[in-house]
């Protein structure tokens, strides 16, 4: 049994190791990744002590982070009747965990994106220089396409997992 649980400890310290890796290619910060992967694979909710200590972190980091991951819904803060500690943990519903990263990404992403594009399209509307005309060209095909992307991730974040996945086997199956 000792071994099992020294190999499930190694297996747990690897996921979490490239979670964060992987984090830091999906634009988040290596930490908050760990954070989360933790979170996901803990059988118990965790204080911020106890996150700190498990991944060597200093408290302002994983606080930042904890309350961040708390923002972008995928994690939870729990109470324990007569102790003051907060405790954290993690959704785990995989398909919900998509869904929320998909509005979080969208909403920091892909609408700051969309704004810029269409700020630019209405500040070209009326040029009459080649190069203008070109921009605003540009820019008109730039904007159709990121608001296509911008409507696809809304469709899909909004569907349920069943939905969601005939779609997907339907486009790559």
Known sequence: MKNEE???????DKFV???GVMGTQWGINRTMAQIHALLMTSPEAMTTDEVMEELS???GNAHTNLKELVNWGL???????????????????VWEIFRR????????EIDPALDLLEGCLADSQGMKSAGGR???EQ?????????FVSK??????GMPHGKAMQLAMKLFG
């Open 75 to 93: 994690l939870r803060i729990v109470t324990r009747k007569g102790e003051r500690k907060e405790y954290f943990e993690a959704e785990l519903d």
């Open 139 to 147: 820019m008109k095909s730039l904007e159709e396409f990121v608001r």
């Open 152 to 157: 696809m991730s809304d469709r899909v974040a």
């Open 134 to 136: 070109a921009f605003n």
């Open 17 to 19: 190791s490239q979670w």
């Open 57 to 59: 972190i200093s408290r």
């Open 101 to 108: 990263i998909v509005r979080e990404r969208k909403k920091r």
């Open 6 to 12: 020294e190999g499930l400890v190694m297996l747990k």
